[in-house]
């Protein structure tokens, strides 16, 4: 039988605004952390996977050069903020096949100090660009608003709806003494928060931060040589359904309705089995397209799903216990800081936002505009 | 002359045709003489079916919003047109394109309204495709 992999070690770097720091040094900083806690050390690490669009074409060999690593796996795949769920995918199969023990994954983004951060850039657009940029949509949320206008035209989903989403995760933030935004708001505050793309307003949108993060997998009967109880990766699977906006099939339809059912059956395990979820919330919009993508409701129904505050502490269905990429920080490509959320929960480390007894977790990043989708089930030992 | 500070696309090996023909001011797509289907954006394989025997065909110019927002933080260029409409238009042939709908206020534009193609000249060389409502 093929191995199993556990993660073993999570840790954030500095978040928020972390000038001067650089990316390599939140990524080291997060990586050293999170090997230590393992009771690892760089040493150990045998593959290497990082993502970015901005600051290396070659991002795996820049960071392992400037962490003294030499991989035999290495992987900059680049699917925007779910990378890392797919990174887990690819460091479990490599680790089930012998082809490596220890797999480092990291990320890291100083976009808010650098203020790189745009909602599209002037020049000439090539490539399926020349087809979008000419008419001006502000992305990513010009694309989400259009998802988001769909929905209301084919469910009846409204801006409460979206609200709802914002006003739980915030809830999860004020617990949560790492989170960027912690004052509680309501759902007037986000429909009277400025209009970012009708119908977006701004307390829609996930934050602008700095931050990096890492995560360590290992083999399971490694893992429980180590200082932390392992978190298996039960079940991975991850697809993309597009690149621009223009070319989804259905703007309410995402991947997740593949990846969902793809590593629930992988993980052997149902919707009700799962005890705490992080989903991906670069936009209101995204986290209800991915509920109802992966299964936890019906086609349209998202919005009813999410309403009286259900994913709130002390809701029935915890959801971004961190404070989301909402809240608690989102530096571009938030999905490695989902992953380390869970593992947290799954080892009861959580404090005054732990779900009581969390055995079960699911993880589903998207990345792009509504582009990649990549889900990760993990459960305690 | 007002310079023209939005970006522009960049005809290529796929795409020349279809911005010589705009410039024309027609709106031109491809069609898969395999599989029958009707291909945006030009490309050399038809994503359908895989075959290479693609042909451009003029297109009605007439679709619906498939869907739309109206902008209010626009991008570098465009500040000084919010609000303006990015829509998702879908033609008549079966294929989708995001363009501006034009000539209307905002709050007129819904899902499912019937549209029709008008050209831009932006500069000598590039004509945009946008979109109005066709009303009868």
Not at chain 1, 116 to 131: C, H, K, M, N
Not at chain 1, 257 to 262: D, L, M, Q, S, V
Not at chain 1, 281 to 303: A, H, Y
Request: charged share 20%; proline share 6%.
């Amino acid at each position: 039988m093929a191995r199993e992999a556990a993660i073993v070690g999570v840790a954030e770097s500095d978040l928020g605004v972390v000038a001067p720091k650089t990316v390599l040094q939140l990524q080291a900083q997060a990586a050293k952390a999170a090997l230590e806690e393992a009771g690892l050390s760089f040493r150990d690490v045998d593959a290497v996977f990082t993502a970015t669009s901005d600051w290396s074409w070659g991002p795996s060999m820049l960071l392992s050069e400037y962490l003294g690593v030499r991989p035999k796996i290495t992987d900059s795949t680049n699917i925007g903020g779910a990378s890392f769920e797919a990174h887990v995918g690819h460091a479990a199969s490599a680790i089930a096949l012998g082809r490596c023990e220890v797999a480092l994954i990291t990320y890291g983004s100083t976009q808010r100090s650098l203020a790189s951060r745009t909602l599209g850039r002037p020049g000439p657009a090539s490539y399926t660009e020349q087809f979008e940029r000419p008419y001006g949509p502000p992305l990513p949320v010009g694309a989400y608003a259009l998802a988001a206008r769909r929905h209301m035209y084919e469910f009846g989903t409204t801006s409460e709806h979206l609200a709802e989403v914002s006003v739980a995760t915030r809830k999860w933030a004020t617990l949560n003494p790492k989170a960027y935004k912690r004052e509680p708001i309501t759902i007037a505050d986000v429909l009277s928060s400025p209009m970012i793309s009708d119908p977006l307003h701004l307390l829609d949108c996930c934050l602008v931060t700095d931050g990096g993060g890492a995560v360590v997998v290992t083999s399971l009967e490694r893992a429980r040589d180590l200082r932390k109880p392992p978190i298996r990766v039960l079940g991975h699977a991850e697809t993309h359904t597009h690149m621009t906006i223009s070319n989804m099939p259905d703007l309410t339809r995402t991947g997740a309705a593949i990846t969902g059912p793809t590593s629930l059956a992988m993980a052997g395990v149902k919707h009700d089995d799962l005890d705490v979820v992080e989903i991906y919330d670069s936009f209101t919009i995204t986290v209800l397209l991915t509920l109802e993508n992966l299964g936890f409701c019906g086609r349209g129904e998202s919005g009813e799903f999410v309403s009286g505050q259900r994913t709130a502490p002390g809701g029935d269905f915890p959801m971004n216990t961190n404070g989301g990429g909402l809240s608690y920080c989102h530096p571009g490509m938030y999905g490695i800081f989902l992953l380390i959320e869970a593992v947290r929960q799954l080892r009861l480390e959580s404090g005054p936002r732990q779900v009581p007894d969390a055995r079960l977790a699911l993880v589903h990043g998207t990345g792009g505009v509504l582009s990649s989708a990549a889900t990760c089930v993990l459960g305690r030992d | 002359m007002i310079e023209y500070n939005r970006p522009l696309p960049v005809p290529d090996g796929d795409t020349k045709p279809y911005w010589d023909a705009a410039r024309e001011h027609r709106l031109v797509i491809q069609h898969c003489a395999d599989c029958g289907l009707a291909v945006f954006y030009p490309r050399a394989i038809c994503p359908h079916c895989g075959s290479d025997r693609l042909h451009w065909v003029d297109a009605s110019g007439r679709g619906t919003v498939y869907s739309y927002t109206i902008v209010h933080r626009a991008p570098v260029g465009f500040t000084d047109a919010v609000p303006y409409v990015v829509a998702l238009i879908d033609l008549e042939e079966g294929v989708r394109l995001m363009s501006n709908v034009v000539d209307c206020t905002p709050s007129d534009v819904q899902i499912g309204e019937r549209v029709e193609v008008v050209f831009e000249d932006v500069t000598p060389e590039i004509s945009l495709p946008k979109f109005r409502l066709r009303r009868v």
